[in-house]
């Protein structure tokens, strides 16, 4: 199962304590997952999604989930379709500047923003372990990324607490925190 380990990632930990999770997800098979996306996955990105399962953050960041059926919210099945995506892109756009500087480097998506086209990717760098992946975001419908030195929890967190220094998300954070599980959506 993902995220089985000693203690939880401080930064999941800390959403817990503003946003309950609400139903228990589904049991997460880690190798396989990690097995068919060709990499180990970060810590954080692990308990999120056995704390929350996919879904979404306060009506604005889509969690995928790697077992999600819903291909729009699976992320194998994203990670295939952004690969797709910004190879094509980058035949006429220039690729962001943390990909451009090392040959090796790529894009692992594990977010979205709802209704807005924007992504959310780790940073991947073979010189590095997963907990050392940073975040990068994606405009979606234009040339724009942002860079931001945090694992995708801390960004996570950082968003839903007005904390993250970033203008894609104008209408955070609310009054209220919400999370909706894609197993009560997709039901």
Same mark, same amino acid.
């Given at each position: 199962?993902?995220?089985?380990?000693?203690?939880? %990632?401080?930064?999941?930990?800390?959403?817990?304590?503003? =946003? $309950?999770?609400?139903?228990?997800? #589904?049991?997460?098979? #880690?190798?396989?997952?990690?097995?068919?996306?060709?990499?180990?996955?970060?810590?954080?990105?692990? @308990? =999120?999604?056995? /704390?929350?399962?996919?879904?979404? +953050?306060?009506?604005?960041?889509?969690?995928?989930?790697?077992?999600?059926?819903?291909?729009?919210?699976?992320?194998?099945?994203? %990670? /295939?379709? #952004?690969?797709?995506?910004?190879?094509?892109?980058?035949?006429?756009e220039a690729k962001p500047a943390a990909l451009r500087n090392e040959a090796e480097a790529q894009v692992?998506?594990?977010?979205?923003?709802? @209704?807005?086209?924007? %992504?959310?990717?780790?940073?991947?760098?073979?010189?590095?372990?997963?907990?050392?992946?940073?975040?990068?975001? &994606? !405009?979606? #419908?234009?040339?724009?990324?942002? $860079? %931001?030195? @945090? $694992?995708?929890?801390?960004?996570?967190?950082?968003?839903?607490?007005?904390?993250? !220094?970033?203008?894609? +998300?104008?209408? =955070?954070?609310?009054? $209220?925190?919400? +999370?909706?599980? &894609?197993? @009560?959506?997709?039901?």
């Open positions: 199962m993902l995220g089985q380990g000693p203690a939880m %990632h401080p930064a999941v930990e800390r959403l817990t304590e503003i =946003l $309950s999770p609400g139903t228990p997800p #589904r049991s997460r098979d #880690r190798a396989a997952v990690e097995q068919k996306l060709g990499t180990p996955l970060p810590e954080d990105y692990k @308990d =999120l999604v056995e /704390t929350y399962g996919g879904g979404v +953050f306060d009506e604005t960041v889509r969690l995928l989930d790697p077992e999600c059926p819903d291909e729009d919210h699976n992320l194998l099945a994203q %990670h /295939t379709a #952004r690969a797709e995506i910004l190879a094509g892109l980058w035949r006429t692992v998506p594990w977010a979205y923003v709802e @209704d807005s086209g924007a %992504h959310l990717y780790w940073l991947r760098r073979p010189s590095q372990r997963p907990e050392e992946w940073t975040v990068l975001l &994606n !405009e979606g #419908r234009g040339p724009g990324w942002e $860079s %931001h030195a @945090d $694992s995708c929890a801390a960004f996570l967190l950082a968003v839903l607490t007005g904390e993250a !220094e970033t203008e894609y +998300f104008p209408g =955070l954070p609310s009054g $209220s925190h919400q +999370f909706d599980s &894609n197993d @009560d959506i997709l039901a």
